[in-house]
């Protein structure tokens, strides 16, 4: 999914993200808020493969990457909870925070959704992720729970 006024794309995974995703995947902040958290190299791989092998029926996993430079940044996975219904994540390594980068990539993956049928998004935010509820705020999600330590966010497509 590219689009020339963005500075970044979403692609498909494929093996040679390992190296990469295993580079940007090991920050704390991933560690606490991204399910896809790799301890070691073999684990980055095997994500990597889980990602790779994404049906793109039910689950979509997509690497965010620099358009200009090439470089993969982060992730953004779509998980199909119902028909229409999509639970979402994502991550962009530490040196890429605050540059709009995940505000972007929820825009174009909820814009692929939308094409494929989705009604909504639905994704689960820590209360102390103060970026990331920046982020539902930016992309017009409502706040649907409140949890001791996550608070749950929809968007209605």
């Known amino acids: 999914m590219e689009n020339l006024e963005h500075p970044i794309i979403l692609r498909p995974f494929s093996s040679k993200d390992e190296i990469k995703y295993y580079n940007i995947s090991r920050s704390d902040a991933v560690k606490e808020y991204f399910p896809y958290y790799s301890e070691n190299f073999e684990d980055a791989c095997e994500i990597v493969r889980i990602f790779s092998k994404g049906d793109f029926k039910n689950n979509f996993y997509f690497a965010i990457e620099e358009k200009n430079k090439g470089n993969l940044i982060g992730a953004v996975i779509a998980e199909r909870i119902t028909e229409t219904d999509f639970n979402i994540g994502y991550f962009v390594g530490?040196?890429?925070?605050?540059?709009?980068?995940?505000?972007?990539?929820?825009?174009?993956?909820?814009?692929?959704?939308?094409?494929?049928?989705?009604?909504?998004?639905?994704?689960?935010?820590?209360?102390?992720?103060?970026?990331?509820?920046?982020?539902?705020?930016?992309?017009?999600a409502s706040k649907v729970s409140d949890g001791d330590k996550y608070e749950m966010w929809k968007k209605i497509l």
């Open 94 to 140: 530490q040196e890429y925070h605050n540059r709009g980068y995940v505000t972007l990539a929820i825009k174009l993956l909820i814009e692929y959704l939308k094409n494929i049928g989705a009604k909504s998004v639905c994704f689960s935010v820590s209360r102390e992720n103060l970026a990331s509820i920046s982020v539902a705020n930016k992309i017009n």
